[in-house]
């Protein structure tokens, strides 16, 4: 299946923000300009090699684009693997065993490592040398990697093949790498939106990447977002979601394919076993309080069975999903217990 191309318009009257791929669209629902003196204010940009959106209402300007533009640029210094002096690129550097980690990447370190254990090792940022390996990496496309290369790589696989001491993150093999693009944006959208609350707005949407964080509601009700079904699903076309006070990412098998072989691979990778991950599950929609957990999440759903997905969030205190899976040829949908909570 051929992926459409993803669009953007900026956060207004009706706004749309595809996520990843073909089978979630989320728009933002942002009606009503003026109500009990609140007035809408709308922050767009590039970021993390996506586009960010934030949406506000306040009675007076109460945050700058510049302002969000510095935040993101801090985080990248710190993230990104596109920025060759980033930290986690001088971490990622065969000849350095130890880095410093700022507050941020501490933030995100600490909470990897407890997905980390909550998921029995499936949620593993060291897998990146497989990414590279699989050519989806900073390098590109790349042939098919050998059992041999992968067996290989496997022997750097493994978060206990890290240690965190303070504020200091050391690797205990000298090729060990790590990738926080599975959890590093839903953070950058959390630090964007407690800058929001630090200056007083109690109203607004956050989006970076598809990944959504909201606060309080527009002047004439809640937060809406849509989510897209594939053809074939009961029920319609779009299920509505209310948010407030609360986050919203997906993840898909559709994103970043590459076609080896003549098969189409994900770039979601199966540490345990070192190849693509093959799962029934097409897409996974995350409601968690935080976008940076329910981030981490979307990615580990993808490794289960739909059944056992829905067993895990159900399981989980302030944790909801929305799984779209294939059954033989055709499109099926699960929910946990409490997502109905949230239909519009």
């Excluded at 669209?25 to 003026?34: H, K, L």
């Excluded at 899976?325 to 929910?335: P, S």
């Amino acid at each position: 299946m051929a992926l459409l191309n993803i669009h953007r318009l900026l956060l207004c009257f009706s706004t749309y923000a595809y996520i990843r791929g073909y089978f979630f669209s989320i728009i933002f629902f942002a009606w009503g300009c003026c109500a009990y003196g609140q007035h809408p204010y709308v922050l767009s940009g590039k970021a993390q090699g996506t586009t960010y959106q934030i949406k506000y209402y306040a009675d007076k300007e109460e945050v700058l684009k510049s302002e969000v533009d510095s935040i993101l640029g801090v985080i990248d210094r710190s993230m990104s693997l596109y920025d060759m002096s980033s930290t986690i690129c001088q971490f990622n550097h065969p000849d350095t065993s130890q880095v410093v980690m700022d507050r941020h990447m501490k933030k995100v370190i600490d909470a990897s490592m407890k997905t980390y254990k909550e998921t029995s090792g499936y949620f593993d940022i060291t897998v990146y040398p497989l990414v590279k390996l699989w050519g989806f990496g900073v390098g590109g496309a790349r042939a098919a990697p050998s059992l041999r290369e992968v067996d290989s790589v496997r022997q750097i696989i493994g978060m206990n093949k890290l240690r965190i001491k303070g504020n200091r993150l050391t690797k205990l093999e000298k090729n060990v790498s790590i990738d926080l693009n599975g959890i590093a944006q839903g953070y950058s959208v959390d630090v964007l939106a407690e800058h929001l609350k630090s200056r007083g707005v109690k109203n607004f949407l956050v989006e970076l990447g598809g990944e959504i964080r909201s606060l309080g509601q527009k002047p004439n009700g809640s937060f809406v977002v849509e989510i897209y079904r594939p053809d074939g699903i009961s029920g319609g076309q779009v299920l509505k979601v209310r948010l407030k006070n609360n986050a919203i990412t997906s993840s898909g098998t559709y994103e970043r394919q590459r076609n080896i072989g003549g098969k189409m691979i994900s770039h979601h990778m199966n540490p345990l076993t070192g190849q693509p991950l093959e799962s029934t599950i097409v897409s996974t929609t995350v409601i968690a309080k935080t976008a940076m957990e329910a981030d981490a999440l979307d990615n580990y759903f993808m490794s289960m069975s739909p059944r056992e997905a829905i067993a895990f969030a159900n399981k989980r205190k302030g944790i909801e999903v929305y799984i779209v899976y294939f059954d033989g040829n055709t499109f099926k949908e699960l929910q946990s217990s409490g997502f109905n909570n949230y239909i519009y």
